[in-house]
């Protein structure tokens, strides 16, 4: 099947910085693409759903100014995570969904530790 | 209604393969998740499935039926330290996820 990949699998930074995470579609065109948190011993949750080209779509309780998405090109949407606090520890997953709208793929995740 | 359904415990012996079924009904269905959470810890990505069929990775395989609306994880040759929890998490029309309670896998030697 089709691949996603993330870049870094894994991140430790001091609190008070910024941290990028890089989502790539490696053999398929996302018009969408979703970013997904896992807070310790919680489930998986849904944080926004970007769209190439524009504006991406935030869940309720997600702080668009925390949390900047871009979704610049078919094949790359990157969240970068401002600021960041020992709160913001997580895994963050994206998947993104291929241009028929049918299939959507899964990154094997990017785990964040805020020192 | 939403329901995920997989067995409350399970127990295997060192070496042996054990089948860790996960039934659901959902609204929609976007896709299946399988992961691993060691006690204190938070679950770990193991697998996922969308299409039908049996997505294999070392020893760890999912299997995922949607018009029977059923998925196994398998998992081979057993190691002590797989011994954790599993849980099953079906993402739903709206990308929400839904998730099952988890299986606790008991490995004896």
């Known amino acids: 099947g089709a691949v996603v990949s993330q870049h870094p699998s894994w991140v430790i930074c001091k609190s008070g910085t910024s941290v990028k995470i890089e989502c790539r579609s490696l053999?398929?065109?996302?018009?969408?693409m979703f970013w997904y948190r896992q807070f310790p011993k919680q489930s998986l949750m849904l944080m926004a759903t970007s769209n190439e080209g524009s504006k991406a779509t935030y869940e309720q309780g997600v702080e668009k100014d925390k949390f900047l998405i871009n979704h610049a090109s078919l094949t790359l949407s990157t969240l970068t995570v401002t600021s960041a606090h020992p709160e913001d520890s997580s895994f963050y997953i994206c998947s993104a969904r291929e241009s028929s709208g049918r299939e959507q793929f899964f990154g094997p995740g990017t785990r964040l530790t805020v020192l | 209604g939403q329901n995920i359904d997989q067995p409350t415990e399970m127990t295997a012996t060192e070496g042996a393969i054990v089948q860790i079924n996960c039934t659901y009904q959902?609204?929609?269905?976007?896709?299946l998740f399988w992961y691993q959470q060691h006690a204190g810890e938070a679950p770990t990505f193991l697998s996922y499935?969308?299409l039908d069929g049996l997505e294999e990775k070392g020893r760890f395989s999912s299997f995922l039926s949607r018009s029977k609306g059923y998925s196994y994880l398998l998992l081979k040759e057993l190691q002590m330290k797989d011994s954790a929890s599993y849980l099953c998490a079906v993402i739903e029309s709206n990308y929400q996820l839904i998730w099952g309670a988890g299986t606790k896998l008991i490995i004896k030697p």
């Open positions: 053999d398929f065109q996302a018009t969408t």
């Open positions: 959902t609204s929609g269905f976007n896709g």
């Open positions: 499935n969308v």
